[in-house]
């Protein structure tokens, strides 16, 4: 059977299906639980404390309760979700970001002298964007865009592909603003937001220097000769097909109110940092924050009311998927808790990695997300079904909550090469490019990054990073 083939069921059937799983676990798997107490305003479990207890069998109505009070104790992170679904929605219905990225490519374009910048630039711009809100399935309309630009500057159709969604996936895995991977993932672990920045931007930098660096070099080779390129074939027929003495969207330029709005979201983003670093803001204060750049920024992209309230609704609607699985997954904790199975869960784990230095054992955790991801694509997702264990067996094993947080997150640098991922095959799709030529080119990229991350995991254990 082919990769391509390969259909796995929806995310929320996989996570009932591990609720249903963790239920029947309470029928056969021991009681246990540790001494728990309070350190840094968390409450954390004490190692060497773990006992065996009667366990409590969880039954059939746990299965319909517990999604329940899943949703009831993720309440503010659900909110919060729905909120940044609605606010991103009502800032791309203004048009600002597209016209931003078309009008900034098409410069590099019609002036050779900047053409050598073209491909970092533009790499850079979406790596941010996957860093700071999380960019990844909005990579997919840029595609039609990017595939023919590339094309017209002399590359070839994986260049057109990597520009958009390999610099927005280097940004996500190594993202320091994500408040839908880092912020929520945080947020479980009981961190304060956005913590441990520093480390992070250093990450991020490096991360996508190695992204820009593997894709200007095949650019480099494949504009001195094409017919390196796996695509060459079906590039000369869409050479063929394209105009290419038309600039690729002509109609693309940025209005005044489009470039008002980049400025405001620019100046707002620098409000995030100074709220984080200076006032100690949380999920609320950052909620609000974006609430008010949604609202301002639609009126100022001379949005009707009507269409900021249909586009935050639309938005917002986008992200119920996701917040579906955010109360589902932390279903899963709800039952094995009650069914007094987690601790037990945990000491396992623990004695599985307690024998190895904290460095192997963080390099160890991030192995396992990236197996977890193959099946869990959506970050949030995985943040949720994860980090309840991940966050207290770093306690165990020795690693600080901030390193678990950051093994997740880094586990997402494997995401572009998986054919299992909605996003991945989407983005082939738009570009015609079979899953099998990108994986050809994508894989020592992926190799590359999983090694820079296994390095990556050393500094924050050796620091006790917080």
């Given at each position: 059977?082919?990769?391509r083939?390969i259909?796995l069921?929806?995310?929320?059937v ?7 799983l963790v239920a029947?676990a309470t029928?056969?798997?021991?009681g246990g ?7 840094d ?7 060497d404390?773990y006992r065996?207890?009667d366990?409590r ?7 319909f309760?517990?999604p329940?009070?899943?949703f009831a104790d ?6 919060f979700?729905?909120l940044?679904?609605?606010v991103f ?5 203004t048009g600002?970001?597209g ?7 098409e ?5 050779k002298t900047l053409?050598?910048?073209?491909i ?9 964007g996957?860093?700071?809100?999380g960019?990844?399935e909005?990579t997919?309309?840029?595609?039609l865009?990017f595939v023919p630009l590339?094309?017209s500057l002399g590359?070839?159709t994986i260049?057109?592909v ?12 190594g993202?320091?603003f994500n408040?839908f991977?880092?912020?929520i993932?945080?947020?479980i672990?009981?961190?304060p937001?956005?913590s441990g ?9 490096i ?7 593997v894709?200007m070099?095949y650019a480099a080779?494949i504009?001195?000769?094409p017919s390196?390129?796996v695509?060459?074939?079906q590039?000369e027929?869409r050479r063929r097909?394209?105009a ?8 693309a330029?940025?209005?005044?109110p489009q470039r008002?709005v980049l400025?405001?979201?620019l100046?707002?983003?620098g409000l995030?940092v100074?709220?984080?670093l ?6 609320d204060e950052?909620a ?6 949604g609202?301002v920024g639609g009126?100022v992209?001379r949005?009707?009311?009507d269409?900021i309230a ?6 917002a609607k986008?992200?119920?998927n ?13 039952v ?5 199975i987690?601790d037990t869960t945990?000491h396992?784990m623990?004695g ?8 192997l ?6 192995v ?5 991801n193959?099946f869990?694509?959506s ?9 309840p264990?991940?966050a207290p067996l770093g306690?165990?094993?020795g690693i600080?909550?901030q390193?678990?947080?950051f093994?997740?997150q880094l586990a997402?640098?494997?995401n572009p090469?998986l054919?299992?991922?909605?996003v991945t095959?989407?983005?082939l ?7 099998d030529?990108?994986a ?6 992926i190799?590359?990054?999983v ?11 050796l620091?006790?990073?917080k």
């Open positions: 059977m082919s990769l083939a259909r069921p929806h995310t929320l996989l996570i009932y299906a591990m609720v249903v029947a029928w056969i798997v021991p639980e540790y001494q728990r107490v309070e350190k305003g968390r409450i954390v479990p004490v190692a404390s065996e207890v366990r069998p969880q039954g059939l109505a746990a299965l309760v517990s329940i009070r899943g993720a309440a503010n992170i659900i909110a979700v729905l940044m679904g609605g929605a009502v800032v791309e219905k600002a970001v016209s931003g990225i078309r009008a900034l490519s410069r590099f374009e019609r002036k053409r050598t910048l073209f970092p630039v533009t790499m850079v711009v979406f790596s941010l996957g860093a700071v809100f960019m990844c909005e997919m309309p840029f595609i865009v590339a094309l590359y070839d260049v057109g990597a520009i958009p969604f390999v610099g927005a996936a280097s940004g996500f895995a993202a320091f408040p991977t880092v912020g993932a945080q947020g672990a009981g961190l937001l956005y920045l520093g480390y992070r931007l250093i990450v991020w930098a991360g996508t220097a190695i992204a820009v660096a894709v070099r080779r504009r001195k000769d390196r390129s695509s060459f074939a590039d027929e097909e394209l290419v003495n038309t600039p690729a969207g002509e109609a330029g940025m209005t005044g008002a400025v405001l979201f100046l707002g983003m995030l100074f709220g984080i200076k006032l100690k803001w949380y999920i950052i609000g924050l974006f609430l008010a750049l609202l009126i992209g949005l009707r009311g269409d249909r586009s935050f609704v639309a938005g986008d992200m119920v996701t917040a579906l699985i955010i109360g589902c997954a932390r279903a899963l904790l709800v094995a808790t009650d069914g007094r987690l945990l396992a623990a599985a990695i307690k024998g190895f230095h904290p460095v054992s963080a390099q160890l955790m991030f396992s997300q990236c197996v977890i193959f869990v694509h970050g949030t997702a995985q943040a949720a079904l994860t980090m264990i991940m306690d165990l094993v600080t909550r390193t678990s947080v093994a997740f997402e640098y494997i090469i054919p299992t991922s909605g095959m989407g983005v799709g738009l570009a015609k490019l079979g899953w030529k990108w050809r080119w994508i894989l020592p990229l190799a590359i990054w090694g820079f991350a296994l390095l990556s995991l050393i500094v924050p254990v620091t006790h990073w």
